[in-house]
């Protein structure tokens, strides 16, 4: 009794030092564990007319979801609150809200470690404030024996399984990528050439390098090394060329002692050769 006791005054504690507007929800990887884990959880709210992937009043707002909780996780953990839509997890909360990046299955692949946000859609707008109210019950268990989390080496089977490309799915996703860019590539060109000779409004006209070997068009990275380089060239150049009277000072001390080397270099050739002598024993 005294146990279950102090357990409850932790999970008050817990649920007032919660930042202003969140609410905790105690949550367990399973029966065995004894101290849950909680997270915090509010109606994620965006500017009005701000174009979103995660509509507002259907939007739960998650943070401090553990590494092993997965979507599917939260789908299961929120389904009794009501129909859930879509679960997004992050590596941390969006500055702004911007449209949905088509994401590719092989490349630019980031796996993340540590704790990260989530945002849970429900089809009705009573499923956020239902989930709310679940501070009121016990501890939420995200593993179950019907649907159990994958720990230990079965994780790691199911990571390395997870990692073996298919290569035909991947032939498929590179094919559809670079008809992509050699649409946008046809596209560009066409706008060149429907441009190229017609001045603007200033009355320039741009000229292009055509050829058997057109140039390279330079980068934004590219050219700010050639002006770094340019730069650093002129000013050695200035600073070596500062005063014309130290750079003829120099010239003249680098020409005096070459010539002190060269008479050294003479009297010990000459004296090598009178200290020669025959010594046939």
């Known amino acids: 009794a005294s146990r ?52 507002p009043r259907r939007t739960l707002f998650v943070l401090n979801v553990p590494p092993y909780c997965s979507p599917d996780s939260l789908s299961r953990l929120f389904a009794h609150c009501g129909h859930v839509q879509s679960v997004d997890i992050c590596e941390k909360p969006a500055l702004g809200e911007k449209k949905e990046k088509l994401t590719s299955k092989f490349f630019n692949c980031k796996t993340v470690t540590g704790f990260q946000v989530a945002y849970v859609v429900f089809r009705k707008p009573a499923g956020v404030q239902a989930a709310k109210a679940l501070s009121q019950e016990g501890p939420l268990l995200i593993s179950t024996e019907s649907h159990p989390v994958k720990t230990g080496i079965s994780k790691w089977i199911a990571s390395y399984e997870a990692s073996v490309v298919d ?57 700010l090394r050639v002006l770094e380089r340019e730069k650093q060239k002129r000013a050695r150049k200035e600073l070596l060329n500062f005063y014309a009277w130290q750079h003829r000072d120099t010239k003249r001390e680098h020409i005096a002692q070459l010539r002190k080397k060269f008479e050294e270099d ?16």
């Open 266 to 281: 003479k009297q010990r050739i000459a004296l090598m050769r009178a200290q020669r002598k025959f010594r046939p024993y």
């Open 4 to 55: 279950r006791a102090k357990m409850a005054a932790a999970v008050e504690r817990v649920v007032a030092a919660a930042p202003p507007g969140y609410t905790a929800l105690a949550v367990k990887f399973g029966e065995r564990q004894c101290s849950p884990h909680y997270l915090l959880v509010k109606e994620h709210q965006v500017r009005e007319g701000a174009g979103t992937t995660h509509p």
């Open 167 to 223: 290569r035909e799915e991947l032939k498929t996703e590179v094919d559809a990528y670079m008809q992509d860019y050699d649409k946008k590539i046809a596209e560009e060109e066409a706008k060149a050439a429907k441009e190229e000779g017609v001045p603007d409004e200033e009355g320039w006209v741009k000229v292009t390098r055509k050829g058997r070997k057109p140039g390279l068009p330079r980068t934004e990275a590219a050219n």
